[in-house]
């Protein structure tokens, strides 16, 4: 039965146990996904400090389907906020994402998560001489527009379509490129996936794309 997340013991638990029998000595182990190792590991390296990255809380993201599934989420869960305390220090990449993360593990204490945000230092990052705002910019009808994101509900990329139809209706046609990967082992990655296919077709708005490219490597590599 698929399960999701269904790899919660294959990866981190039989990466872990590759660990412990190792003849690693860590200073920092590095983890995310899921918190199911942080014991084993901290038993059998207790000086090492654990760093967690947490994404997005795998609670949230996990569809209900049927009760065995959601008695199987709701266990992972509680199980998890025990966890999660044994780790040093928990980063998140926004505020948002660390309330949510406190909402569904009210057990761990806040002091232990860090918001990191931006990932990258977009300070040092040179856009040479050309302006940022639009008002500076000469108009452009063949501006491109580019979203990377995982295939899902709740990234609502339909409303990036709804405004491509917007934007056609003024006249403006720029060039929308979707690209990301669908979770094959999700349905409703691929329905979503489809429903946005569906949703250009009906809108007529030719201007959005998918990156089929990044779809099947994923598809294929999984």
């Known amino acids: 039965m698929a399960l999701h997340p269904g790899d919660w013991f294959s990866q981190n638990v039989a990466l872990a146990w590759q660990l412990v029998f ?8 590095v983890i995310d996904h899921s918190a199911s190792c942080v014991p084993m590991i901290k038993w059998r ?3 090492v400090k654990i760093l967690f990255y947490c994404h997005f809380p795998q609670q949230l993201v996990t569809p209900s389907r049927f ?3 959601r008695w199987y989420s709701k266990a992972i869960g509680l199980i998890e906020g025990t966890m999660f305390n044994s780790a040093d220090l928990i980063m998140v ?3 948002f994402t660390e309330r949510q993360f ?3 593990m009210p057990d761990v204490c806040p002091s232990k998560l860090m918001v990191v945000y931006p990932p990258c230092d977009v300070d040092s990052t040179s856009i040479g001489n050309k302006p940022i705002s639009r008002k500076q910019r000469a108009y452009n009808v063949h501006y491109t527009f580019l979203s990377m994101n995982r295939f899902w509900p709740e990234k609502r990329l339909d409303i990036i379509v709804e405004a491509a139809k917007m934007l056609k ?4 046609r ?3 490129l979707l690209a990301g990967s669908v979770m094959p082992h999700i349905p409703e990655s691929r329905i979503y996936y489809e429903l946005l296919k569906k949703m250009v077709d009906d809108l007529n708005v030719s201007a959005v794309s998918f990156d089929f490219k990044s779809v099947f490597i994923f ?4």
Do not use: E, K
Not at 169 to 172: L, P
Not at 219 to 222: D, E, G, P
């Open 93 to 95: 990449n926004s505020h």
């Open 102 to 104: 406190l909402r569904v």
């Open 45 to 47: 390296f207790p000086r």
């Open 219 to 222: 598809a294929l590599n999984h």
């Open 22 to 29: 190792s003849d690693l000595d860590p200073d920092l182990i």
């Open 67 to 69: 009760f065995l599934y």
């Open 169 to 172: 209706s003024r006249n403006r």
């Open 174 to 176: 720029p060039r929308i």
